[in-house]
């Protein structure tokens, strides 16, 4: 499980860790790392205020849809995470 | 028929079943796959609620048209799909 | 005469089928289809509702002048149609 | 003088035929059409209504100047005139 | 002195008539024409009436200061002068 | 400690001491300079007011998080620092 | 001391005359005028009124910090001043 973030984002950034890349192909082929596609699917872990008069609908745990390339890698507390602002969250599954 | 997605998509996405790209051409011969076109047609499985005062004008099960590069693919329960802004579609059929 | 649409254009698009490419020269010769010019001229198929407070003026029949590169190509029924934003469209003949 | 044309601009476009260019340099040489500068002066031909509260300042007739690169190139009757937007007309003369 | 100019800039647009190159360096040595520095100060020799709810500040003989490639070059009675937004305007002399 | 700066940023800009890069890989090897990476956390030292209607949220004291290539680098008593918009700051730590 | 400027910027500019660059390194040496870094500190020589609802923060004598390729370079009664925007300035010191 994911473990609650002491980081606050600011307005409307959202923290999000990565779902774990899947080691196995689906024919049960283990592939190896540099092959493995980025996940778009993570877990919030922490989500901003949001802005003036727009609050951030995402929550602490939702399970988001996110595009590719979006959000900052950061680490924090040993983990490897991504914060995005809200609005490249594409739907909470 | 598209099966009912479990995604809600955020603020003014949308979630869209691209038609399938047709097998034949019009004289009945077989295409290979990397010669078909991607289609510019598809199914809305889900839509978000909108964005402020704005809510979205298409709905679930409505067909409709896009442009050729629209959306970000997503991978779905198995299905191949496209999540796109609401404003990247441009008629409903 | 250009066949009424079955599809409704989104928000302040426009579907417009161009007028047919003049098939010969003043001068008589007859080109070759690469050689002729894309029209910028076409008929309003179907109209959209216009956006927040700002209803679309042009209506279905009208002629049009459009700019050479404006549109996305779509076809509807066999037609060969442009789809573009009202504010593309430059003048009503 | 410039026929009135029967086509009318939308929102804020102006349709203004481009004045002929000098045949004759200053010292009565004759230059071959390739050399002649693009005219950047031009008379109204028509107007648009405008856009929403603001209404389009250039009126039928005006002569005005434009931009070296202003505008779309179209042919209304026979003349080649140039729509293009109000904001690109920058004196009325 | 600044000949009054018969244009009338469009909304926010200033002419603006550049003041004379410097022949001379400050040494008294003659500078080839290609040498000389464009000027970046000219005089107000006409200004439009401003956007809405924005008239223009500079006025008719001003002394200007303006950046090196602002503006669009237009001969007008014979006398090369510049026509640019009054916000490429940085200063009043 | 960071010391306070005598330095008062405008609107909402804020000067952040960024934290020294590790010198020791977590095996406890030594890195040379160019071989660091560029922190992403650092100490606010000022910050401005913010812009009208919007107050600038974090405080002189904050650890906070930021992008790779935020700010302007610029010295002041000394010390490298770093001035940023308060956009660019990513969370409060 | 900074000589009182007659000019008078227009809007949101500000005339900033840049400090001296600094002759010696740290250590003494005399560095050549092209290894000199362009300073990033200068003083307030006038400020415009400002953008409607909006004035400038910046007043004549402050000492300022400033981007190191804002601003546009112009010469005024002998002196090599700088004019940028106020959004330009990052800090007062």
Redesign the interface.
């Known amino acids: 499980m994911a473990k609650k973030s002491?980081?606050?984002?600011?307005?409307d950034?959202v923290?999000v860790k990565p779902a774990a890349a899947e080691e196995k192909t689906a024919g049960g082929i283990i592939i190896p790392d540099t092959a493995k596609e980025k996940p778009?699917r993570g877990t919030v872990i922490?989500a901003?205020p949001g802005k003036?008069?727009?609050p951030v609908?995402?929550k602490t745990g939702d399970t988001v849809?996110y595009?590719?390339y979006s959000g900052?890698e950061?680490q924090?507390d040993g983990q490897d995470l991504l914060?995005m602002r809200?609005?490249d969250?594409?739907?909470?599954?």
């Open positions: 002491t980081v606050t984002p600011l307005h950034r923290i778009q922490a901003g003036k008069d727009e609908t995402v849809l595009g590719k900052t950061i924090i914060i809200e609005s969250i594409l739907a909470i599954v």
